[in-house]
C-alpha cells in the first residue's frame, strides 16, 4: 500500500492540496491568447478590412475598441465570480435578463462562433494552396486543402478534449514575435520617409463619420473574439477572483498593442492614401512585405498555423457550447453526452458538420474563399459576438442590481452602463452600415441577410425558451447552469438551490 | 474458482511442459494457496497468495519453483510469525520475496496500523465495496486499461470512496458537506482515512472530490490488489508506468453483472444503484449501454432520483465536477 497522507492534518491542508493543481495566470493568457490567434488577425484580417471596407483608421479603431471593452471586462469579471458556467455568454444573460433572453443568447452565440470557425476555413484554403503551389509545386484548389484543416480539426476534435498546451503556447509566442518584428520593420522604413501618427489617433476614426467608426468597430470586436474565453478556465485556476480579471486584462493590451502596432506599420509603410490599394494587391502579403524575406517566408507558415489553431479553438468554444446546452436539456440530450474516453463527440461532430457543410457550399457554388468566406463570415461572426457582448453588459447591470455581493459601483453599474450604451451605439451603427462592412453596393441582399440571421436566431430561442416553459419547465429551470445544470447551483462552491 | 485465461496467467492444463507439471503438483500439495504464473518479455514469476487472510505466511513472489516449495514447506511448517519480510538469496536470480503480512500503510506514526480488513477472498461477488467495483468497471477486465481519462475517473472513485462511508453509515452527506456518523471507524484502511480526513477539515462535496480525486485510483487499485484482485505489471519499456491488471477477469466484469441485476429487480439495492449513478457520472455511459438493455439510462436516472438526498448529491456532484472539467480541457 502506498504511503496514504498522515491522517491528523493542518487547517488548509485540502486547499493547499488543491492549489497545486491548478493554473496560474500566464496559462490562461495563453490559452486566450491562443483562441484570439493575433497573426491570423494581423495578416488576414486587417489587409483584408483595409481592402474591403476601403477606410484607413484601423489602427485607432483597435485602440477605442481596446479601451471600450476594457471596460466591458470590468463587470463581465464581476459577474463571472458569481455564477456558474462563466465560460459561456448565455450564462451571464441568463442569469441577468431572464431565461428566454438566455436561450436567445445561446442560438445567437452558437451562430457567432460557428460562422467564426468555418470563416477560418476560407482563409486556410487559398494560403495553403498558393504556399503548396509555390514551394512544393502541388497544385491543388482551395478547397481540398481547407478540408484537409477541416479532416485533421474534426479527428482532433474527436479523439482528443485536451488542448496540446505547450504546442499552442510556443506557436503563440513565435506568432507574436514575428508580428512585433514585422511591425517593427514596417514602422523603420515608413512611406515618405518620416513616421506619422494620424492613423493611430482617434481624431481620424471622427473624420469618417459614425458609419466609419462603426464598422471599423466591427473589424476590431473581430480581431479582439476570445478575450472572453478566461472564465472558462475560472474555476480551474488557484485564485480564481485574481487570475480571471488579470489573464483578461493582460490579454486584452498585449493584442491591442500587437493589432494596433501591424495596422499603424501596414498604413505607414504603404502610406495612408496608397494601403487600400496595396492591400487589395497583396493581402496577407501586406504584413510579410513589411520585413526581410526570411521573416516573410517564417510569417507565411506561421499563418498557416496559426489560421489551423485559430479553427481548433473555435471548434473548441462551439462544441463548449453544444455540449453545455445539451447538457441542460436545451439542446437534444445526446449533445450533452460523451463518448468513450470522456469526449464529447456528439457535440465536435456536430460543429464539424456546420463546416463541411459550408465548405461544400462554397465550393460548389464557386464563391470566393477570402473574401466571401473568411472575411464576410468571420466579420458576421464579429458582429455576433458584439451583440452578446452589449446583451451581457445590460445582463450585469440587472444581476448585480437583484444580487448585491460587495462589488464596487464601477464594476456593477457605471462599467457595464457605459459599455452597454456604447456597444449598442456600434451594433446600430454597424447594423445601418453593414454593406459598408462587406464591401458591397446599395442594395445587396447579404447587407441585411446575413445580420437578420442574428434576429432569425433570437427569435427562434426565445420561441424554444418558451415552449420548454410550458412543456419541459425542470429544463426550464436550469437553463444556464450548464455543467451544474443536475445540481441546480448558483456557484461551484454555493448552496444547492433546487 | 472461475477460470479464465488472461495474457499472463496460465492454469491448470494449459501446457504439460515440466514447469507445468510442477506447478500442478505444487498447486495440489498446498491447496490453502493460490499458485500462478506471470510472464512478461524475459521474464518469468510465479506469484503465491494464501487464499484466506490468515497471519503468517501470505505471499511469494519467486521465478524458481525449487525455492518456492522450499518457502511453502517452512512457511506451512512456521508458527505465525511478526511483521516480517524475509528475502532469500539464490545466486543470480531474483531472489524471492516472502510477505507474512499485507505491508501496511507507511503514513507517519502509524507503524501499529493493522489492516482491519476482514477475511475476503477474490471471488464474484467481489469486495463489497463501492470503490472497488466502480475501478473493477472503468477499467477493461483483461488489459486493465481505463475506459475513462485519469482525472474523470479520479472523481469519480473520489465520489465512490464517499458513497461507500454514507452507505455505511461511516459519513452522513449533509447540505454543508460530509460529516463524520457513528462510533466505529470502518474496517478497511482507505476507509478510514477518508472518514478522518473527514473528520479534520469540514468542506463541501464539491471541495472533497477533486481532493480526494488526486490519489483515488491508486489507492483504490492498491486495495483492491490487497484484496487480490489486480496484479501489477511491469511496463515493457522503462519510460512506461507499470499497470494494474485484474488476476481474474470474471471477477474483473462481476461489477457490471451486479449493476445489470440492481437495475432490474424491483426493490433496487443501493450498491447497485450509486454504483449504476457514479459510473454514468465518470463517464462509463458508453461501457454500460454496451451490456444494459436500452433504457438503462432513464432507470438509473429514475432509480438515483429514489436514493437518499446525501448520495444524490454525491453522484450529480460527481457528474458536474466530471462535466466541469471537460469544458475546461482539463479532464
Redesign the interface.
Known sequence: ?????????K????SR??AR?RLGVSAVVFFVLAGVAPLTVAAGVIPTAYQTTGLTAIPAAFVVVAVILGIFSAGYVAMSRRITNA?SFYAFVARGLGRPAGVAAALVALVSYSLLQVGLFGAFGPNAASEAATHLGVHAPWWAWALGAWTVITVLGVLR???TGWVLGVLLTVEITVVVAEAAAGLAHPAGGHLSFAALSPVSLAHGGFATFGVLAVVAVLGYVGFEQAP??G??TRHPKRTVPAATYTALALIAVVYAGAAWAMATHAGTSHVVAAAGQQGPGLLFGLGGAGLSQAAQVLFLTSLFAAALAFH?TSW?YI??LG?EGVLPGVLG??????I?KAASLTQSITGLTTITLYAAAGWDPVSHMFFWLGTTGGFGVLVLLALTSLAVIVFFARHRGGESRWQRLVAPALAAALLTGIVVLAVAHYRLLLGVPAGDPAAWALPATYGVAAVAGLGWALILKACRPQVYATIGL???A??G?LT??G??TR | MAGGMTAFCSWPGAGQGPEDRALSRLRRDFPVFRIWRESSPGRTRYITRRRVYRAGLHTVVTDDLDELRATLDAGTAQAPGGDTVRTGQRGPATPAQVLTRPAPATSAGSAAAVDREPPVAPGLTGTGRLADDLWLLAHHELTGKPFVQPRAAGLGLAGGLLAELAVSGGILIRPGGPVVAGPAPPRDQLAGHVRDLVAAEPHPVTRWLPFLARSATADVAWRLASAGYLARVPPRHRWQAGRWVPVDADCAFAPLARVQSALGRRGTAVHGVVLAGLAAACGLGPQLALYLPPNARRRIDIAVAQLDPGLREVITQTRAAVDSAVLAHRV
Open positions: 500500500m502506498p504511503s496514504l497522507p498522515a491522517t491528523t492534518t487547517p488548509g491542508t485540502v492540496a488543491l493543481d465560460g478534449v485536451d488542448i472558462v478556465l474555476e480551474e473548441n463548449r455540449y453545455a447538457r453526452r460523451t463518448g468513450g474516453n470522456n464529447p450548464g455543467a451544474h443536475a445540481t447551483q461551484p462552491t448552496q444547492a
